[in-house]
């Protein structure tokens, strides 16, 4: 299993993409980056083989937090922009 040692964290990746300002249909269309995508699959990985250190279940307690919060606000982008 590789290591997968994120150069930029998901955490990061969404405060710099809401930086930028974007538009409704922006955030509605935001994906994480492949890297960042590759992290979370061998985090999860770690976690379902029992292999997971205090570290990596942090961040990957972190990651499910950001997740959540993009959700909501991709359904607030959606409502938004179904309101116009």
Do not use: C, W
Not at 17 to 45: G, K, V
Not at 52 to 69: C, M, P, V, W, Y
């Amino acid at each position: 299993m590789n290591d997968y040692s994120p150069v930029i964290t998901i955490q990061d990746e969404v405060m710099t993409f809401l930086l930028s300002s974007p538009t409704p249909e922006a955030i509605i269309a935001f994906h994480a980056s492949d890297m960042a995508q590759a992290r979370l699959q061998y985090l999860l990985d770690a976690n379902r083989n029992g292999v997971l250190t205090d570290e990596k279940r942090a961040e990957l307690d972190e990651a499910s937090q950001i997740n959540h919060f993009v959700m909501l606000l991709k359904a607030k982008a959606h409502h938004q922009v179904n309101a116009k």
